[in-house]
C-alpha cells in the first residue's frame, strides 16, 4: 500500500521559515517526479513546486526565490524549504508523485498559516 506522509507545517509569523517533508512507503521512489501543491480556503489547488527524477525543479512564480524543493531518494523523501513566508501563502499543502505526466498518489495534505 503506498503512502505519503506529509509533517512540518504550522503556524508562522510573516517572514518566518518553515520545512515540509514528505516520506513515501509501498512505491519506488526514485522513478516518480514529485510535486508541492497547496490548495487555500475557497481556492483551486495550484503547483508550488517540482522535482523530477534527476533533480531537475520548477517553481510558480509566487514562491521562486523563496521556496525550495529537494529530495533524498535514500529516505524516500521530498522536502519544500519555505522562506521569507507571507499571509497569502497560508494553505494545506500536499505532496503527490507523478510520472510521464500522470499523477498517481496524493498525501493527506498539512496546514501552514501564516500569521501574525
Known amino acids: 500500500q503506498v503512502q505519503l506522509v506529509e509533517s512540518g507545517g504550522g503556524l508562522v509569523q510573516p517572514g518566518g521559515s518553515l520545512r515540509l517533508s514528505c516520506v513515501a512507503s509501498?512505491?519506488?521512489?526514485?522513478?516518480?517526479?514529485m510535486d508541492w501543491y497547496r490548495q487555500a480556503p475557497g481556492k483551486q489547488r495550484e503547483l508550488v513546486a517540482h522535482?523530477?527524477?534527476?533533480?531537475?525543479?520548477n517553481y510558480a512564480d509566487s514562491v521562486k526565490g523563496r521556496f525550495t524543493i529537494s529530495r533524498d531518494n535514500a529516505k524516500n523523501t521530498v522536502y519544500l524549504q519555505m522562506n521569507s513566508l507571507k499571509p497569502e501563502d497560508t494553505a494545506v499543502y500536499y505532496c503527490?508523485?507523478?510520472?510521464?505526466?500522470?499523477?498517481?498518489?496524493w498525501g493527506q495534505g498539512t496546514q501552514v498559516t501564516v500569521s501574525s
Open positions: 509501498g512505491m519506488t521512489f526514485n522513478i516518480y517526479d
Open positions: 503527490n508523485a507523478n510520472r510521464y505526466h500522470r499523477s498517481y498518489w
Open positions: 522535482i523530477t527524477t534527476g533533480g531537475s525543479t
